[in-house]
């Protein structure tokens, strides 16, 4: 069992900067596959940035490239994902996921364990 837990979300304006961070726990998660995903009210969950294990692959949702940045610890079994030039349009809750998939997936239903969410709310 792996344990998933966010931090970091918070209220800003147009154009402000957040660093989320991720902790996985519980089982060797270093190998696994990490990611972002957020939920909007209304509208489905959304793949936005994802990580492989190596940190070499990465992904981003076209929207969010260029001025978010996806990053991991694997000695901590840390992961982050630092937003610049936050618009009100990424207002949702974040959610961390983890597979033991060993590449880079945008399907919420690849990921075996999530996190609570931490929400993410910018105002213009």
């Known amino acids: 069992q792996v344990q998933v837990e966010e931090s970091g979300g918070g209220s800003v304006q147009t154009g402000d900067s957040l660093r989320l961070s991720c902790k996985a726990s519980g089982r060797t998660t270093s190998t696994y596959t990490m990611g972002w995903f957020r939920q909007a009210p209304g509208k489905e969950r959304e793949f936005v940035a994802g990580?492989?294990?190596?940190?070499?692959?990465?992904d981003y949702l076209d929207s969010v490239k260029g001025r978010f940045t996806i990053s991991r610890d694997k000695d901590k079994n840390m992961m982050y994902l630092q937003m610049n030039g936050l618009k009100p349009e990424d207002t949702a809750l974040y959610y961390c996921?983890?597979?033991?998939?060993?590449?880079?997936?945008?399907?919420?239903?690849?990921?075996?364990?999530w996190g609570q969410g931490t929400q993410v709310t910018v105002s213009s």
């Open positions: 996921a983890v597979t033991q998939f060993g590449t880079v997936s945008r399907q919420t239903t690849d990921y075996d364990w």
């Open positions: 990580i492989s294990w190596s940190a070499i692959n990465t």
